[in-house]
T-cell receptor, first 113, second 111 residues
Framework: DSGVTQTPKHLITATGQRVTLRCSPRSGDLSVYWYQQSLDQGLQFLIQYYNGEERAKGNILERFSAQQFPDLHSELNLSSLELGDSALYFC????????????FGSGTRLTVV | GQNIDQPTEMTATEGAIVQINCTYQTSGFNGLFWYQQHAGEAPTFLSYNVLDGLEEKGRFSSFLSRSKGYSYLLLKELQMKDSASYLCAVRDGQAGTALIFGKGTTLSVSS
């Protein structure tokens, strides 16, 4: 157990629907990062939050949004889902200034049918 | 922007040594990381380089040359369990503290 908790582990939904993925970081970690991993694109950075505020954006679509709450857990909202959104979505957390990269959760596998 | 290149696939035999190369282009380099990822699982941290040179950690070593935009991961005494994807990632100051990953190198170790 890495200490980063992601729910749900699996999600199957239809095109056009909206889903919410949840991430609880390791205790004490202030930064949360969201990544999307598909077979052909590798691990793509989506967005980072630090202590409740958006810190950096990567290749995140306008249909996707995220937020980090006061208790530091984060949610990634995916709307108007398309078949191409099927992927593994990972959350990772880190402590600012700690040069160990960061720790990943076990991921949410999203299948859009 | 960032560009990270590594070979797509490599094969090796048990007990051998393998070197996985990574080249990168980034505008605000602030560290290079290697992660291991088994199929369907989360990436796990292997090594971190921010200064030029070699970092050794048991059977794994990682090298960095910032002037050449080049790193390699060296795996010694290969074991079957080392069959996995190896991801090179750079931390670019323009992306906050986020890591930007290459597409990974799938290593297959055979007996």
């Amino acid at each position: 157990d890495s200490g980063v908790t992601q729910t749900p582990k699996h999600l199957i939904t239809a095109t056009g629907q909206r889903v919410t993925l949840r991430c609880s970081p390791r205790s004490g970690d202030l930064s949360v990062y969201w990544y999307q991993q598909s077979l052909d694109q590798g691990l793509q950075f989506l967005i980072q939050y630090y202590n409740g505020e958006e810190r950096a954006k990567g290749n995140i679509l306008e249909r996707f949004s995220a937020q980090q709450f006061p208790d530091l857990h984060s949610e990634l909202n995916l709307s108007s889902l398309e078949l191409g959104d099927s992927a593994l979505y990972f959350c990772a957390s880190s402590v600012r200034g700690l040069d160990y990269g960061y720790t990943f959760g076990s991921g949410t596998r999203l299948t859009v049918v | 922007g960032q560009n990270i290149d590594q070979p797509t696939e490599m094969t090796a035999t048990e007990g051998a040594i393998v070197q996985i190369n990574c080249t990168y282009q980034t505008s605000g380099f602030n560290g290079l990381f290697w992660y291991q990822q088994h199929a369907g699982e989360a990436p796990t941290f292997l090594s971190y380089n921010v200064l030029d040179g070699l970092e050794e950690k048991g059977r794994f070593s990682s090298f960095l040359s910032r002037s050449k935009g080049y790193s390699y991961l060296l795996l010694k005494e290969l074991q079957m369990k080392d069959s996995a994807s190896y991801l090179c990632a750079v931390r670019d100051g323009q992306a906050g503290t986020a890591l930007i990953f290459g597409k990974g190198t799938t290593l297959s170790v055979s007996s």
